[in-house]
């Protein structure tokens, strides 16, 4: 059982950067693949980026260039850094971990740490 809290979100100005951070408890998210997703008020949570268990990373084109997705294991922590921001990136953003096993599949969910980009 792995119990996600994301935090970092805030108020930043266009062109401003802020890190996000899913710091997990109840058990290692080492051995999880770890995404963040983002979801506006009433549309569909949509996939940013990913991180494998290996450290291999992949990025939604809207977050190519701009954003990095890293994992620190001693810290049980997977971090989004987000840079040149636009108001467009304004929105809910989400921790998942996933990972299979001889039972299935085991998925978890943070709460949501809000980001506003605005002047």
């Known amino acids: 059982q792995v119990q996600l809290v994301e935090s970092g979100g805030g108020l930043v100005q266009p062109g401003g950067s802020l890190r996000l951070s899913c710091t997990a408890s109840g058990s290692s998210l080492s051995a999880y693949t770890v995404a963040w997703y983002r979801q506006a008020p009433g549309k569909q949570r949509d996939l940013v980026a990913t991180i494998t268990t290996g450290g291999t990373t992949n990025y939604a084109d809207s977050a190519k260039g701009r954003f990095t997705i890293s994992r620190d294991n001693a810290k049980n922590t997977v971090y989004l850094q987000m840079n040149s921001l636009k108001p467009s990136d304004s929105t809910v953003y989400f921790c998942?971990?996933?990972?299979?096993?001889?039972?299935?599949?085991?998925?978890?969910w943070g709460q949501g740490t809000q980001v506003t980009v605005s002047s």
């Open positions: 998942n971990a996933a990972r299979t096993t001889f039972r299935g599949i085991d998925q978890y």
